[in-house]
DNA sequence: GTCTATATCCTGATAGAC
DNA sequence: GTCTATCAGGATATAGAC
């Protein structure tokens, strides 16, 4: 490659503003001025500032759900556990890189979702999504479909708070909640959501443990 | 009252804007042309855009987070889905109002949490989190602070997620998951939450049902 | 309280020299 | 590929007539 320099830092520049910022609060003039860049160098490169915000995405989101489908692939006769394994941990190791700005943008997207980004929604995570509702429900058969997009929906939701805003935690907790490593958070998370995916479909019915 | 009637359309305009946009996507002039009134109005009557943002949250989080406080007094000797659902219920009937609005302004901010909001988050949230966390803890005595706050946060993440995108659940499930109404998408999380927040702390020890 | 008009600044995007 | 200069328009906010 000739000089892939200037798209990079671009790219890693606009990954920590929007983590900080959001997509609509950041500007094209504060982005190159951060990566130390012209101005014009983001139309040059990417065409415009919504391919920008794409591409941003797509380099980090694409690893992540190849991981999952392998993950996926290489299991035999799975647990539900081991399938909601294989669908959160590699989105929550991105928490530990780049001192986290991937992972806050990708809490971001899923909580944002601006409309602009909404086919490549669809794109990147229909048929996943898909897969991973069907291997569920293989893992635990009286789960209905409909219960199963609904707590799959709810652990989206709990993993996106959690890579958007888990570095929050200490402070509202009063400093009751440290954060631990990645791996802890990992564990929590896993089994925070095999027991509600597990849990039966009216709460009156809970058995107490 | 002499005339509430701008201040109070302005409110719904914004309400409206934020839910699909967002708040910096949205433009005074935008809100000010679908209100029906004039752009100078809003800095009349609230001084700038970030202080209608506050107002906007604030006139609909203040009802939510007394009538939780007031659920959670009620409670006699609860039971760890008594406390859920006293934290849980109040916000999730929002999504029946006003074409769920507001319910996505909620899941928005939450998720959002745009740097001006921060000592607005604390002041509303703070001492509220703290006094469910204790509410949880008394009803579940071996779940230590730790994981307390942690599982809240999942929580309050899966909350956030629903209010905000379960609209587009029937879309991505390919119709597998048409949304019912709120008091069963209230029982379907309500039960989520409390099966999460009952599983043993490291997953490996969940037990088979 | 409501309006018009405008001040001041910032936005994304582009043309064209180098 | 990188730069300067700039376009055309939108942003918040405000001054001042009514």
């Not at 539900?80 to 780049?98: K, M, S, T």
């Not at 958070?185 to 959501?193: F, M, T």
């Amino acid at each position: 490659m000739p000089a892939p320099e200037t798209k990079d830092t671009i790219l890693d520049a606009a990954e920590a503003l929007f983590a900080e910022q959001g997509f609509a609060a950041t500007s094209l003039r504060q982005l190159t001025q951060r990566a130390g860049v012209n101005l014009a160098s983001v139309n040059y490169h990417f065409g415009s500032k919504e391919a920008l915000v794409k591409e941003v995405l797509r380099r980090r989101i694409e690893p992540i759900n190849a991981e999952r489908r392998r993950r996926l692939e290489a299991l035999d006769a799975p647990s539900l556990e081991d399938v909601v394994r294989a669908f959160l941990e590699p989105a929550l190791r991105a928490i530990g890189h780049r001192g986290g700005g991937m992972a806050r943008v990708f809490g971001r997207v899923t909580a944002e979702q601006p409309a602009f980004l909404r086919e490549f929604f669809f794109e990147h995570f229909g048929a996943l999504a898909q897969r991973f509702i069907d291997a569920m429900r293989t893992a635990a058969p009286d789960l209905d479909a409909r219960a199963a997009w609904l707590r799959m929906h709810f652990t989206v939701g709990a993993m996106a708070h959690t890579l958007q805003s888990s570095h929050m935690l200490t402070e509202i907790s009063g400093g009751a909640c440290e954060l631990g490593d990645e791996a802890e958070l990992v564990e929590q998370l896993v089994a925070y959501a095999v027991g509600g995916l597990r849990a039966s479909a009216r709460a009156g019915e809970e058995q107490q443990r």
